[in-house]
């Protein structure tokens, strides 16, 4: 398996996100690589450019056992938000590594966005930043 960042290969998708340790999707198992990108910084707003590359093979079956996700957002913060251009497979994030509880935004392509958007908060088990 050749590393993303030494090839051509463009990323499979990018992402506007809270500082967290990326370390963290080293266990998702779609993910192949992330890497840090330059981002236009808002110093109000500190957050993260992420690329992701993912798994050219089907990845493992991680089945995701929902009762082990809370039906209701907890009272603290998301641990980590994503957001960006086009369109997600929301399976994605349902098999995040220790996962607590996901909250998923996406808007169809319009005329302001024509490849759409997406946002996701994720609270984990383990907090990770």
Not at 103 to 113: C, T
């Amino acid at each position: 398996m050749t590393d993303p960042a030494n090839d051509d290969r463009e990323p499979d998708f990018a992402a506007a996100a809270s500082v967290h340790d990326i370390d963290y999707w080293r266990e998702h198992p779609d993910v192949l690589s992330v890497e840090l990108v330059d981002l236009d910084d808002d110093p109000a707003d500190p957050s993260i450019g992420l690329a992701f590359y993912l798994r050219d093979d089907e990845p493992d079956v991680v089945e995701t056992d929902f009762a082990d996700i809370r039906s209701q957002k907890p009272s603290r913060p998301p641990d980590i938000e994503l957001s960006g251009e086009g369109l997600m497979d929301d399976d994605f994030w349902l098999r995040s590594p220790r996962l607590e509880f996901v909250q998923m935004m996406q808007e169809p392509p319009d005329e302001a966005v024509p490849d759409g958007w997406w946002m996701v908060q994720l609270w984990l088990k383990t907090v990770v930043n």
